[in-house]
Structures are given as structure tokens and as C-alpha cells.
């Protein structure tokens, strides 16, 4: 069973940085899309960045508003790892980030989305 292995979580203050990485736990046929979203507490899921290709190899990427010019995903190819470098950090940031995933685990499977267990952001002085 396909995982998505999300670490890099913490606590840092204001103004700080963190990097969150996502690995997925095994070989598969195709990855089309990585994405990292983010949930705060009593608000819905949101979408933070993400790749968004027609192949894995392509990396058109996307990233919300809040995100643009803050945080920047970029891609392990070898690792078939996802990173989010955040910087400038701010305690609205403050969510459990998600890994998510729309994959091909194999030739004769089809593509389906799956997502990590979630890391904690705190952003707090």
C-alpha cells in the first residue's frame, strides 16, 4: 500500500522557517501531481501549493495567494520526495500540513489521490 511519509513539523516563531518534506514510501508507476495543503482548527482543508503536470517530470507548479512569494515546493526526482520551503513565517500559517498525492501505483492500476497523516506547523514567539 502506497504512503505518504510527511516530517518537518514544529514550532517556530514569527518570521522564521521551516521545510516540510513528503516521501512516497515505495517505487510506483507515475506521479502526476504533489501538493501540500494545510487545515487550521475549525476551518476547511486548504490548498497551499502544488505541482500540477501532465507527467512527474514536468512541474508546472501552483501556489495560493497567502503562499506566493512565502513558500516555494520543489521536487526530489531520484527520491520521489516533495519539499515546502516556508519562510517569513506567520502564526496565521499555523495549520497541520498535509501531503497529497494524485498517483499511479502501477501499470494496470488506476490513478487515485492519497494523502499523508498530516505535521503540525505552530508559528508563535
Known amino acids: 500500500q502506497v504512503q505518504l511519509v510527511e516530517s518537518g513539523g514544529g514550532l517556530v516563531q514569527p518570521g522564521g522557517s521551516l521545510t516540510l518534506s513528503c516521501a512516497v514510501s515505495?517505487?510506483?508507476?507515475?506521479?502526476?501531481?504533489m501538493a501540500w495543503y494545510r487545515q487550521a482548527p475549525g476551518q476547511q482543508r486548504e490548498l497551499v501549493a502544488s505541482?500540477?503536470?501532465?507527467?512527474?517530470?514536468?512541474?508546472?507548479?501552483n501556489y495560493t495567494e497567502s503562499a506566493k512569494g512565502r513558500f516555494t515546493i520543489s521536487r526530489d526526482l531520484s527520491n520521489n520526495t516533495v519539499d515546502l520551503q516556508m519562510n517569513s513565517l506567520k502564526p496565521e500559517d499555523t495549520a497541520v500540513y498535509y501531503c497529497?498525492?494524485?498517483?499511479?501505483?502501477?501499470?494496470?492500476?488506476?490513478?487515485?489521490?492519497?494523502w499523508g497523516r498530516g505535521t503540525q506547523v505552530t508559528v508563535s514567539s
Open positions: 497529497y498525492a494524485e498517483l499511479k501505483a502501477s501499470e494496470n492500476t488506476a490513478s487515485a489521490g492519497y
Open positions: 515505495e517505487w510506483v508507476f507515475n506521479i502526476y501531481i
Open positions: 505541482m500540477n503536470t501532465g507527467g512527474w517530470k514536468s512541474g508546472r507548479i
